[in-house]
């Protein structure tokens, strides 16, 4: 499975975003399809995940009632959208697909190359 993002960018705080991965090859194998963010010098960190049939998802604490998860499986598309941004919001974002099923954030197998959100304050 390949996995590319975009949608990144400069935002303002109390702004919003919205992030879109696009998979293709195997996209059977993308049962689960999930997004972390990285700040350099921290772990990455995951941010929201939903199953292939998008009636089950689950978030970061740090983002639940903000950010909203997405796909459209005609489409092979996730998507992330970020309301009410806030600086700490500040990183690079990667989509992630896995063949397996629940938890949402389990192992993840295949990863998109990362798209840059800042937040300005």
């Known amino acids: 499975v390949q996995l590319q993002a975009s949608g990144g960018g400069l935002v303002q705080a109390g702004g919003s975003l919205r992030l879109s991965c696009a998979a293709s090859?195997?996209?059977?194998?993308?049962?689960?399809m999930g997004w972390f963010r990285q700040v350099p010098g921290k772990e990455r960190e995951f941010v929201a995940g939903?199953?292939?049939?998008?009636?089950?998802?689950d978030y970061a604490d740090s983002v639940k009632g903000r950010f909203t998860i997405s796909r459209d499986n005609a489409k092979n598309t996730v998507s992330l959208q970020l309301n009410s941004l806030k600086p700490e919001d500040t990183a690079v974002y990667y989509c992630?697909?896995?063949?397996?099923?629940?938890?949402?954030?389990?192992?993840?197998?295949?990863w998109g190359q990362g798209t840059l959100v800042t937040v300005s304050s």
């Open positions: 090859g195997r996209t059977s194998a993308a049962n689960v």
């Open positions: 992630a697909a896995t063949p397996r099923g629940w938890p949402l954030r389990g192992e993840y197998h295949y």
């Open positions: 939903i199953t292939r049939s998008g009636g089950r998802t």
